[in-house]
């Protein structure tokens, strides 16, 4: 028996996909950070770290990479560091930093593109900390319309963030 687990021939294709997708995307990410031959790297050792995953089951395919990304850069360069290395790995300031930037600035695009009926009603939810019926008594409806609201927002937000 081998330690090597294959992967079926579906989970393959989705990789494939994943791969044809989001590699461009990705390394463009990365080089604002590293040098484009240390992007190209880290694209490459994200998408086999990626590979046990089905593709069609993840839902959020940009930042599920770029999370995986960050963390190849972050162990990259504490390997350099343990062996001394005098070439050391070109490492993000704070790569959970630019993560979560790069977060932030797709869940603004998301709200600001989300219909105002919508966006409200999301921003008074997660932002604001209000429950739906405190929402629903602030802008006179049922909690039911907040809560369909809401699930419209969601699921606007989804569109714009799963890819």
Same mark, same amino acid.
């Given at each position: 028996? *081998?330690?090597?687990?294959?992967?079926?021939?579906?989970?393959?294709?989705?990789?494939? /996909?994943?791969?044809?997708?989001? /590699? =461009?995307?990705?390394?463009? =990410?990365?080089?604002?950070?590293?040098?484009?031959?240390?992007?190209?790297?880290?694209?490459?050792?994200?998408?086999?770290?990626?590979?046990?995953? *089905?593709? #069609? #089951?993840?839902?959020?395919?940009?930042?599920?990479?770029?999370?995986?990304?960050?963390? %190849?850069? =972050?162990?990259? *360069?504490?390997?350099?560091?343990?062996?001394? &290395? *005098?070439?050391?790995?070109?490492?993000?300031?704070?790569?959970?930093?630019?993560?979560?930037? %790069?977060?932030?600035?797709?869940?603004?695009? @998301?709200?600001?593109?989300?219909?105002?009926?919508?966006?409200?009603?999301?921003?008074? &939810?997660?932002?604001?900390?209000?429950?739906?019926?405190?929402?629903? /008594?602030?802008? #006179?409806?049922?909690?039911? @319309?907040?809560?369909? =609201?809401? &699930?419209?927002?969601?699921?606007?937000?989804?569109?714009?963030?799963? #890819?």
């Amino acid at each position: 028996m *081998s330690d090597v687990n294959e992967l079926e021939p579906d989970g393959l294709e989705g990789l494939n /996909a994943l791969y044809r997708q989001y /590699a =461009r995307w990705l390394a463009g =990410r990365l080089r604002a950070h590293v040098d484009p031959d240390q992007a190209a790297d880290v694209v490459q050792e994200t998408y086999l770290r990626a590979a046990p995953y *089905s593709a #069609g #089951g993840i839902r959020h395919p940009r930042a599920f990479l770029l999370r995986i990304a960050m963390n %190849v850069v =972050r162990d990259e *360069s504490r390997c350099r560091k343990r062996r001394g &290395s *005098s070439e050391p790995f070109t490492e993000l300031a704070d790569p959970g930093e630019a993560a979560g930037q %790069v977060e932030a600035l797709m869940m603004k695009k @998301a709200v600001l593109t989300m219909p105002a009926l919508y966006r409200e009603v999301f921003v008074l &939810s997660r932002f604001a900390g209000m429950s739906y019926p405190e929402i629903a /008594a602030a802008r #006179g409806l049922s909690v039911k @319309a907040v809560e369909w =609201r809401m &699930s419209k927002a969601l699921q606007h937000c989804v569109e714009q963030l799963g #890819g």
